[in-house]
Each structure stands twice: as C-alpha cells, then as structure tokens.
C-alpha cells in the first residue's frame, strides 16, 4: 500500500498515488527527451553462477516489499497533464538472460 506515500488527492483508492509537481514535471521531461528516465537495469554477473529462476525468486521477493516496483505510472484521467501509480499485485518485473562473450560486457 501507499501509506508511506504522501496522498495529494482523495479521489485515489488505496492503490493509487497522484504523483506531486516535481514528479509530473520530471516524467514531462522524460517523454520530450524520448524515455531518458526509463528505469531498466542490466547486471553483469561474475563469481559463482546463479540461475535465472533464483534471480526471478529474489526480484519477486523485493517486488513483495516494495510498492513501486510492482506499480504501473498512467495518466491520470481527472487532472490533465499529471500522472499516477498503480499498484499492481501482479505485476512482475521481466528478467532476461542475454548471453555474451567476456569482450562484449561493454556493449549492451
């Protein structure tokens, strides 16, 4: 739940949360310069091997504790111009094993 988030709206269910000012403005800027705050993670692994279905478990297991990584960011249909997250319990985030050659780990 959001509870730990200030709520600037009470036309939101407890799933939902108004993004302030500050974070609408950052996501205006994000769109005009084509996705530059999109959140995607690329990990090189080194040392003993681990699976992708161990990785899975671990990511899902921090999607459990925190909202905003199982949360979804969409207009808000009220308010023109601002957005809000979603919580979404099934939401899960997607892992995917890229496979590569010791002298590719620059080039994503």
Request: hydrophobic share 35%; with cysteine.
């Amino acid at each position: 739940m959001w509870s730990w988030f200030y709520r600037g709206s009470h036309d939101v269910n407890p799933n939902q949360r108004i993004l302030g000012s500050v974070e609408n403005a950052i996501m205006k800027l994000s769109q005009q310069h084509q996705g530059y705050m999109k959140v995607v993670e690329v990990l090189h692994l080194q040392g003993p091997y681990i699976s992708v279905e161990t990785l899975t478990a671990a990511v899902e297991r921090l999607q459990r504790r925190h909202p905003i990584l199982r949360s979804r960011l969409r207009m808000h249909i009220v308010t023109p111009d601002s957005y809000l997250l979603d919580e979404d319990d099934i939401l899960r985030l997607k892992i995917r094993e890229m496979p590569r050659n010791c002298d590719e780990y620059l080039n994503f």
